[in-house]
């Protein structure tokens, strides 16, 4: 979907982040403390990032508006394997 | 470049614009959908829509996300037709929507025009050239041959195939300068699209509306990008400074303010690579020259141009491009990306659309730019480079785009050249709420300015010769720097003393970075200037409350609570009785049969159909995530949970499978049942507050109408035309019930809101003091919608929202205009409809029930 290597996926951890120079991926199971604070991060440095999550509207009430996308995991999943 | 481009992430304002296109296109589609035979027609009236937003704010990127977004999600597969204003453009938004939108295929109209095996969200990009206009081009694609449909047969057998067609025309504006008429006809005759995208970043755009003249269409949905949210997204500089130079009268015949100009450029341009330099960013500027064009036996303006930027020092031959096409071509495109080259000299006049994120420094020495120079040429500096983002707004030398001009005639305050300057000037504030503008060069104090709101620099002028050795030594130096003409040797003495002064003051004002001393004042502590900044005082002696309850969501403990998940899931449970529907394997269906023997002779037949498992799970998926605070996957998990609970106490035997499946046909037949459990639930834990104060004052356009009755004074400017008339009926009331009224803006902080069980917010259009009314502060809550002639009014969120009630200020009143004047609405629950309830009368407003 973004055209980067695999990820290993840690499943204990609440989210999972990869990062390079040019996007920052975010996949986040649950919703924590520290995911919120991560994502401020992002928000300050506008970074290039997506943050994929079963519960969007969680991280949207407590970021505000911010210049990154937080998309649903399952619709995202459906759209990419449509047709 | 290296490797594939990552996918750029949305900023808030372009997520905004997707999802507002994306919901008109569905709400036009649903419409389409239930009245087929009135497909033309819904196109042309409700199906056009208009994407305004500045250059630099990813247009393309926007539309392209968009249709993108609408695979798999109309009632119909959509076809769409873009349309770029030249060739140039053509290949950048397919290598953009290549990059950017890998959900789309992209498909080319000259080598398949085939109906056969279209797929959803299928994009041809092309200029209307390359099909409305007559050439050869055009007639190829036009025709039908053995082995290819025309575009005309491939758009009837789509249309008749029951593919929706959409239509996205970019940079609107240029798209319909010369062949409006053409394009038009073609639009209307040939394309008959369901949907239509217009895009521009040029307000009160004249062309556009000519076209929608011309091709009968009404633009009815309009987003509107504000340059400020795109500057603040990091995507738009923040300001920008133009320069010129400007010596003593006289002295545009004795040096070249060209040269003296394009050295200004490079000295701009070498701060600005220093600056990346020292603050490690891997990017490389970019100083734009644009020319003039060749006149006919002329001497070509590239060469001389280049002959003068390679005397510069620190110029070299190789770090020139060339861009000799008078079109911005996919040449203009690579030549901007390409880190060897640190100059780009090019003739085009309109650039509108192509990128070039890593130039800061414009240098114009073309005559007659126009009034688009702005927007068409300049908007190229504007972007902001992806690995610059992170620094936006601070720093100030990064910041800002440079534009350099020169015209000699301005030296001789002609008024054309003056007029030019202006008309530049106006152009630029399309780009720009902060414009700087700099008079430099030595130009004495009494000489007026050419542009009053300019600041001038004055350049130390160095004294004249002492000698005749002093002389010859500076002139040399001066001459082979290009910056006087070798004529002058042959001038007098004083002439040539005069010469060398002159020159050396352009050049040290060239050599001088330009903007080094003016304050420095970008980045965000110097927002964008407010149009709006005339205040209105709250008006305390009406009687409103010091602030407004509002209704808080749940943070994410609260929604990630397994109490919380399992109270929405028994309340569900319980109130669809779903234990008895445990084991339910066959759906009711009936199937109609005609005797093809007998004219006319047609029965019915009942049947049981099996439900298929998997197609129960993959619907189900969705039905679950009807509120995207809580987890589809923890909500199955509890209602399961609740009803293997029921099952067991009720002695029913069942596998775990047909739990799952239970409730996953339970949750497809009646989502509107979990949505109230989910509302129940959320309203019992959700927070209230009336801890942010109504605002003393707000700050609008100047002389607003007073308003008697209005919580500042005025009829605030941010209303539409039913919530003007609505507030005008409101506060002429002569019965006195209506105490005050304010008008609850969307999204500000202080503003009354209700949670809607989805998680989304809802922010009614009025508050009211009521007299008589026995809700707190007296307070009623109004709504007011356009009409329900388009389906907008039944949307499932207005469908949802009109279903709740304000925990203080408790039911909202549903208004719209009709034929009959103002009427209330209500839900009709059994048709699950909002409904004409009766003619809205203020004095009902006191009842705290519809």
């Known amino acids: 979907m973004h055209g980067l290597p695999l990820t290993t996926y840690d499943s204990s951890r609440a989210w999972n982040e990869h990062t390079d120079d040019d996007v920052t991926l975010i996949l986040a199971d649950r919703t924590d403390d520290a995911l919120i604070a991560r994502l401020q991060a992002i928000a300050v440095s506008r970074a290039n990032a997506f943050v994929y999550s079963w519960t969007p509207g969680q991280l949207k009430t407590a970021l505000g508006p911010v210049n990154f996308e937080i998309r649903p995991v399952r619709e995202a999943l459906v759209k990419r394997f449509q047709q | 470049m290296s490797g594939p481009a990552s996918l750029h992430s949305l900023a808030d304002f372009q997520d905004e614009a997707v999802k507002a296109l994306g919901a008109t296109i569905s709400r036009v589609a649903e419409h389409i959908d239930t009245r087929p035979d009135h497909r033309r027609e819904i196109g042309l009236k409700s199906g056009t829509m208009l994407l305004q937003a500045p250059t630099g704010s990813g247009k393309t990127l926007m539309l392209g996300r968009t249709l993108e977004g609408m695979i798999g999600k109309l009632p119909m597969k959509c076809v769409w037709f873009w349309f770029a204003p030249y060739s140039g453009l053509v290949t950048q938004t397919l290598d953009s929507l290549a ?32 099909v409305a206009a007559n050439n ?90 504000d340059r400020d949210r795109v500057v603040r997204a990091g995507l738009n500089k923040w300001g920008l400074m133009l320069g010129y130079l400007r010596m003593n009268p006289g002295d545009e015949a004795l040096i070249d303010f060209e040269q003296a100009t394009l050295t200004a450029g490079w000295t701009q341009h070498r701060q600005i690579r220093a600056r990346l330099e020292d603050k490690d960013i891997g990017v490389v500027p970019l100083m734009l020259v644009q020319v003039e064009d060749q006149a006919t036996g002329g001497e070509d303006p590239v060469a001389r141009v280049k002959a003068k930027l390679l005397e510069i020092q620190g110029v070299r031959d190789d770090l020139i491009a ?48 126009g009034t688009g120079f702005g927007l068409q040429i300049v908007g190229r500096i504007m972007r902001v480079h992806p690995l610059v983002r992170p620094l936006h707004g601070q720093d100030a030398l990064l910041d800002k785009g440079y534009v350099f001009l020169t015209d000699p005639d301005m ?61 010859q030594s500076r002139l040399d130096m001066l001459i082979d720097e290009g910056v006087i003409d070798a004529d002058v040797r042959d001038m007098t003495p004083d002439v040539v003393d005069r010469a060398i002064v002159a020159g050396e003051t352009a050049r040290l004002a060239s050599q001088t970075p330009l903007f080094g001393n003016l304050p420095e004042h970008a980045g965000p502590s110097a927002p964008p200037k407010p149009t709006k900044q005339t205040a209105y005082r709250l008006n305390r002696d009406l009687g409103l409350p010091a602030a407004l309850w509002q209704e808080h969501p749940l943070d994410y403990r609260q929604l990630s609570d397994p109490v919380f998940l399992s ?55 969705a039905a679950f995530q009807l509120n995207d605070s809580i987890d589809p996957r923890h909500l199955e998990r509890a209602l399961i949970a609740a009803l293997r609970a029921r099952a067991e106490d ?18 497809m037949r009646e989502p509107d049942a979990l949505m109230a459990a989910i509302k129940v639930e959320q309203g019992k834990r959700a927070r209230l507050d009336d801890t942010i104060p109504i605002p003393e004052t707000i700050f609008d356009y100047a002389e607003l109408t007073i308003a008697r009755k209005a919580s500042h004074g005025v009829f605030p400017s941010r209303m539409n035309k039913p919530e003007r008339a609505f507030a005008e009926m409101l506060d002429a009331d002569p019965s006195g019930t209506v105490q005050w009224w304010l008008r609850n803006p969307e999204n500000e902080l202080w503003a009354t809101r209700m949670m809607l069980p989805t998680g989304a917010r809802f922010f009614p259009d009025f508050a009211v003091g009521i007299k008589g009314r026995t809700s707190r502060d007296g307070i009623a809550l109004v709504e007011i919608k356009d009409d329900g002639e388009d389906g907008r009014l039944h949307s499932d969120k207005n469908r949802l929202k009109i279903q709740v009630q304000h925990r203080e200020y408790r039911n909202v009143f549903w208004s719209c205009d009709s034929e009959r004047g103002l009427v209330q609405l209500a839900f009709n629950e059994a048709l699950n409809l909002i409904q004409p309830l009766r003619p809205f009368e203020i004095s009902r407003m006191v009842f705290l029930h519809n």
């Not at chain 2, 090019?346 to 420094?361: I, L, M, Q, S």
């Open chain 2, 136 to 225: 050869k081009d055009a007639k190829r694609v036009r025709r039908t041959r053995e082995d290819a449909l025309s575009l005309d047969d491939m758009l009837a057998t789509l249309r008749a195939e029951g593919v929706a067609i959409g239509v996205v025309i970019d940079e609107a504006h240029l798209n319909f300068g010369v062949s409006a008429g053409a394009a038009a006809s073609f639009y209307l005759d040939v394309l008959q699209p369901d949907f239509t995208l217009l895009a521009t970043a040029t307000p009160n755009d004249d062309k556009l509306v000519a076209f929608e003249k011309a091709a009968g269409v009404e633009v009815q949905s309009r987003v509107v990008i």
């Open chain 2, 650 to 667: 009720g002695g029913y035997s069942f596998t775990d499978q047909d739990l799952r499946r239970t409730i996953q046909l339970a949750v």
């Open chain 2, 567 to 621: 109270d929405v899931a028994d309340a569900f449970c319980d109130q669809s009785a779903l234990v008895g529907k445990l084991g339910q394997t066959l759906s009711r269906a009936s199937m109609s049969l005609r005797d093809l023997f007998i004219d006319g002779e047609e029965r019915e037949v009942s049947l049981n159909l099996k439900i298929s498992n998997a197609r129960v799970a993959e619907r189900a998926q």
């Open chain 2, 411 to 471: 030296q001789a305050g002609l008024s054309s050249a003056v007029d030019e300057l202006k008309a530049v000037r106006q152009s630029l504030t399309v780009l720009s709420d902060q414009l700087d503008v700099v008079e430099y060069g030595a130009a004495p104090p009494a000489q007026p300015l050419l542009l009053s709101d300019a600041h001038r620099l004055a350049a130390y002028v160095p004294p004249p010769p002492v000698d005749d050795a002093d002389r």
């Open chain 2, 322 to 369: 060339v861009h000799t096409s008078g079109q911005p071509d996919a040449d203009f495109h690579m030549m901007a990306y390409d880190h060897s080259k640190q100059i780009l000299i090019f003739k085009v006049a309109v650039a509108t659309g192509f990128d070039a994120p890593r130039a800061w420094t414009l240098v114009s020495v073309r005559p007659n730019r």
């Open chain 2, 99 to 130: 990059e950017q939108c890998p959900g789309i295929r992209l498909r080319d109209l000259t080598a398949d025009r085939s109906a056969q095996g279209v797929r959803d969200g299928d994009v041809f990009v092309q200029t209307w050239g390359a």
